[in-house]
């Protein structure tokens, strides 16, 4: 695990700029056959959560988790990852707005599109949808921030709001939250209620 990290660091530090050795010479040692581009950290937690639950070590298979600071880089690590650099099987998630990102950095990197799995809004709305808002409730009441989230329902701005909408937006209100509630929604889905673009992105793999 930590020789993935470092590994990740090195892509990170190539994709601003560095040099290109550092990434190349740890795909290479550590075997790594494909990368998973993630648009952020809360992405990253909740893949990390659910290979627990599935019991699947990614780093030992040789599969880099690389998150990428928002959608917009997609094409400099799609470029650096896959064909035209390190020649990586990339694979992802997406939130369906960004999906245009994605099309275009893929198309560019002369990589396939199949393996990338769009969330309908983000992947926060598709565990939302998979617990349900009550299910969510339990856990920010387990969590002790379920008079957090009261204070927030009676925000003017919610009245209008769909209760499903207003978790979602709850849950990226405070920075880390979305992080530390990506890898908690994961860990109490029902193994048969794993949303589809996990789950496919899982079958990639």
Known sequence: ?????????????????????????????????????LEGLSDLAAVE?????????????????????????????????????LGLHLTGLCDEGEKGFYERGLTRARAPLQDIYVCTADLEDELIRALGVAGVEEILRAEGDFRAWQTFQRQPAQHNRHRHQQVRRFLGTKKGRKIRYGRLLVEALAPDRTPPPLDGLFASL
Not at 15 to 22: I, N, S, T, V
Not at 66 to 84: C, D, E, I, Q
């Open 1 to 37: 695990m930590a020789e993935m990290r470092a590994f990740r660091d090195a892509v990170t530090s190539w994709a601003a700029g560095g040099p290109d050795g550092p990434a190349r010479d740890l795909a290479e040692s550590l075997g790594v056959r494909t990368a998973v581009l």
């Open 49 to 85: 959560a659910l290979a627990a639950r599935r019991g699947r070590d990614l780093a030992a298979e040789g599969v880099c988790v690389m998150p990428m600071g928002g959608a917009m880089s997609v094409g400099r690590y799609a470029g650096l990852l896959g064909p035209p650099g």
